[in-house]
């Protein structure tokens, strides 16, 4: 969580479910922005049958500069995630406070086993970054081109 007293509002990111902007705000602190990424669960592509795709949604309560959102698939092999496609990520110029906007992994040839979609995102206030980059996961999907 960034915190700086000079800032009159500090972005906090985190996954879905998260505290409620109220509950972020401790008394007497800056007014907090709170921005969110719901990594969705991994399925076979509607658009382009045969292929696996994660998509993730990504927005802020609050107007800020920018906004981006970094989304990558996994696999599990002998019990540890895999990145199986190159992470994307897609920059968005002053979202609109609660505005969600979507990004999505590189497709992936379906084929059998366990995948997750990871997400992460970050955002720029008044030329300040967010600390919080830490990735969120979907639901583990076994075999979800069936």
């Known amino acids: 969580m960034l915190s700086t007293a000079a800032l009159t509002a500090a972005i906090v990111f985190s996954g879905v479910p998260a505290a409620s ?5 401790p008394a007497g602190a800056p007014m907090y922005i709170v921005c969110k990424v719901k990594p969705n669960n991994p399925h076979n592509s509607h658009g382009k ?5 994660g998509k993730s949604q990504f927005w802020c309560n609050a107007k800020i500069d920018s906004l981006v959102n970094t ?3 996994q696999k599990k092999v002998k019990g ?3 990145d ?3 992470p994307k990520s897609r920059a968005v110029s ?4 609660n505005v969600k906007y979507r990004n999505q992994a590189r497709n992936y040839k379906c084929r059998a086993g366990t995948f997750r979609t990871a997400s992460k995102g970050h955002g720029v206030y008044r030329g ?3 600390k919080s980059r ?5 639901e583990a999907i076994k075999n979800p081109c069936k």
């Open 71 to 73: 989304v990558k698939l």
């Open 134 to 138: 830490a990735w969120q996961y979907s």
């Open 80 to 82: 540890h995630w895999k």
């Open 128 to 130: 300040v970054p967010s």
């Open 21 to 25: 902007a109220a509950q972020a705000k």
């Open 84 to 86: 199986v496609t190159k």
């Open 94 to 97: 002053k979202p609109e406070a």
């Open 49 to 53: 049958h045969g292929w696996i795709v």
